[in-house]
């Protein structure tokens, strides 16, 4: 199994295990083998390049755990973080997070040539927490998903997956979805009666992968959302195939 | 691991009791034609994850946040109509509003000691402190069901008439022979669940919100294993993912069933197991 969407790190709205092998050992708990790992920390710092370390040298230890390195490309040295990415084999995947970052995709199109060049796939994540339960003094708004999709139509040539959105929003992305062979979601935050039933029935099976926002979220949950609504094969797309078929693009 | 084994991982080893579910007709995401359709895609829906039983309440199809007393009749008509079609499943609550209290008190006994029905169901027409809720407190504990009030503390801003959990604790201390159930442990946060400590009367209920590490261990943490009962929101939310906020957390086995089942059981003074 793939885990597409997994942190270290801590939150400050929530009192979570977020260490490495904490971690690790949670989302192994739930049958996964290859864990896509981002540094929760870097979302507020105003340089999240800083906290990328922390998944490189979590990758050096296990081999289980791919880095997910945070950028913001309204950095300056954002060209330097994505070289370093780009030259670390475990690294299939960045991570952005405008709503952090406070940026427009809108402002990133080199940014974006040079990603495609790199070869590496991008999560854009929607959100971290509902906003209903964040901070006062600490608020971050959804991303349109809606921008993502269009990073998507203005760059075919790299995978984009949406990070973190509901289950409304991925069904109204669904054209989207179906018609721009580089845009795929996570199921990380998908949730009410029958939502990946549902999606599945509008033929967006091969755009899911698997994401349990762990340490944030708990992985049971994740999979239950799967396991429970799916026969064996099509959870196993999610959970696995499509992860491998489309990270694993050029290795 | 094999994928039998995982699903077996996430799957409830015992009954479930979910406290908090409404019909698919006030939330989606299917359009129902009927009462039959409703129930057929609710019990599908359930068993998938492990459901045995569900209280249910409708907030009318258009969800109105200030419901008149007739379209509150209205929404106790479609869950008795939902017990009638499957009654080992639903156990019906009666949603009134405080807005109307004399309305309120003849729909429950219209419901609760004419229709057998199990609870009373409190939104957000009026926030837990407004005086609206008292012969609607005084009729519950008359007729022995408990009350399940909505709760949530936003940080974008509660609506004017929906509760915070401090709200529910100054009802329970105003009525604390009424037994409650204060719903939304994840929209209630660390900070609902200290605001209920000191008032047994209330219990909360595990649905709303994502499934948020730590939550149900902080609850059963300070509340006690007692006073914490498993509710999934559904169709909102989705009933494997609440249910597994209970089977994943770190806690002892026999916790995790009194949550699942025993807890909401003896609230409902169930004849059970």
Request: aromatic content about 6%; charged content about 20%.
């Amino acid at each position: 199994m793939i885990d597409i969407n997994v942190w270290t790190g801590y939150w400050n709205t929530l009192f979570v295990k977020g260490d490495v092998e904490t971690v690790r050992r949670t989302v192994q708990a739930y049958g996964v083998e290859q864990i896509f790992m981002a540094p929760l920390d870097a979302a507020w710092c105003p340089d999240p390049h800083l906290y990328n370390e922390v998944v490189y040298k979590a990758s050096d230890r296990y081999d289980d755990i791919f880095p997910v390195p945070i950028i913001d490309p309204t950095l300056p040295n954002w060209q330097k973080e994505l070289n370093r990415a780009a030259a670390c084999t475990e690294v299939r995947l960045i991570k952005l997070l405008p709503g952090y970052g406070g940026y427009d995709l809108s402002e990133t199109d080199d940014f974006f040539t040079s990603v495609c060049e790199a070869k590496l796939g991008v999560m854009i994540q929607v959100r971290i927490d509902d906003p209903r339960h964040q901070h006062p003094l600490a608020q971050a708004p959804d991303v349109p998903a809606s921008s993502i999709a269009a990073v998507a139509e203005r760059n075919p040539d790299v995978t984009i997956i949406i990070g973190g959105a509901s289950t409304s929003t991925i069904h109204a992305l669904k054209e989207q979805l179906i018609t721009l062979p580089n845009l795929h979601a996570d199921t990380s935050q998908l949730d009410g009666l029958d939502a990946i039933k549902i999606l599945v029935e509008d033929s967006l099976l091969p755009k899911l992968i698997y994401g349990s926002h762990a340490p944030l979220f708990m992985p049971a949950s994740s999979i239950a959302r799967i396991l429970n609504d799916l026969d064996d094969e099509s959870a196993m797309k999610i959970m696995r195939g499509n992860g491998e078929r489309i990270l694993n693009y050029d290795f | 691991m094999t994928i039998s084994s995982l699903r077996k991982q996430i799957l409830p080893d015992g009954l479930v009791l979910d406290i908090h579910v409404h019909p698919v007709h006030c939330f989606g995401p299917y359009t129902v034609a009927s009462v039959k359709e409703d129930v057929q895609r609710l019990t599908a829906s359930a068993r998938r994850s492990g459901v045995t039983k569900m209280c249910v309440f409708s907030l009318c199809p258009s969800t109105p946040y200030e419901p008149t007393p007739d379209q509150c009749g209205e929404a106790n008509d479609y869950v008795l109509a939902m017990r009638d079609k499957a009654p080992e499943i639903f156990i019906p609550f009666c949603y009134v509003t405080p807005a109307y209290p004399d309305e309120a008190v003849a729909e429950i006994d219209r419901c609760v000691r004419g229709a057998q029905m199990a609870g009373i169901k409190l939104w957000v027409a009026r926030r837990a402190t407004d005086p609206g809720l008292d012969p609607i407190m005084v009729q519950a504990v008359q007729l022995d069901v408990p009350v399940l009030q909505h709760a949530w503390l936003k940080t974008t801003g509660n609506l004017p008439g929906e509760s915070t959990p401090c709200d529910v604790a100054e009802l329970a201390r105003r009525h604390p022979d009424a037994r409650i159930i204060m719903a939304h442990l994840n929209g209630a946060g660390f900070r609902g669940i200290e605001a209920i400590v000191d008032v047994p009367n209330v219990v909360i209920d595990t649905s709303g919100g994502d499934p948020e590490s730590s939550m149900v261990e902080a609850a059963v943490a300070r509340l006690g294993p007692d006073r914490v009962v498993y509710g999934s929101d559904a169709p909102i939310r989705h009933f494997g993912v609440s249910i597994n906020k209970v089977i994943g957390a770190e806690i002892p086995v026999e916790v995790k069933r009194a949550i699942l089942w025993d807890n909401a059981a003896g609230l409902l003074k169930m004849d059970t197991r």
